[in-house]
């Protein structure tokens, strides 16, 4: 029973639309009609500036963070922490307060991966730097940051379970980013940018 209430809590908190709640609550914006459109950290930068963006981050992770601590407290096993991690990024991917739509789940993963192993997050958050820093664009870091988890998931736990939830958010993450691809491939994706695009104060 207490296993059960537990994944549901971490879909629904996963599935908490901070972004949203934030741009509507301080910026009297909805953030999905601005930049990309995306719930996420990096669109939030773009539509709210850094302090909004700073929030939207620190919350998306704590979403991940928080279910797989508890889980790891009171469900002992790697089974139960990779269902936890994995319903709380696809609560995010898949709000149901936004019509099953949401963000790509990259700091709500990252999030995920510091209750798992924090050195794993380390390394994602490492992976998310080298990838912006050399090329730019948010999305590749992203996406970097996804795959080194699968082996630093390996070599801080040696579960092939755990390993294995790393693989399927990778992919999750990469198939969510399938746009950024093409427009990455066409030259076409926005480049980081510090500090809101447009005027948008609340």
Request: aromatic fraction near 10%.
């Amino acid at each position: 029973m207490l296993f059960g209430l537990l994944l549901v809590a971490a879909f629904l908190v996963g599935s908490i639309p901070f972004g949203y709640l934030i741009g509507r609550a301080f910026y009297h914006t909805d953030i999905r009609a601005q930049g990309s459109g995306n719930i996420g950290a990096m669109n939030a930068m773009r539509s709210l500036g850094k302090r909004g963006a700073a929030a939207v981050l620190i919350l998306d992770a704590l979403k991940g963070f928080v279910p797989v601590a508890l889980v790891h407290r009171f469900v002992p096993g790697d089974l139960a922490v990779a269902l936890a991690a994995a319903l709380a990024v696809l609560g995010h991917c898949f709000s149901p307060w936004l019509g099953f739509k949401g963000g790509k789940g990259v700091a709500t993963s990252i999030g995920a991966l510091f209750g798992i192993a924090w050195p794993a997050g380390l390394i994602a958050i490492a992976g998310w730097i080298l990838g912006a820093a050399l090329t730019r664009y948010s999305s590749v870091g992203s996406m970097l940051a996804t795959i080194v988890a699968i082996p630093a998931l390996w070599f801080f736990t040696h579960s092939p379970v755990l390993t294995l939830y790393g693989l399927a958010i990778a992919l999750l993450i990469v198939h969510a980013h399938r746009e950024n691809i093409e427009r990455l491939r066409a030259g076409a994706e926005n480049r980081i940018r510090l500090g809101k695009s447009t005027p948008n104060q609340g």
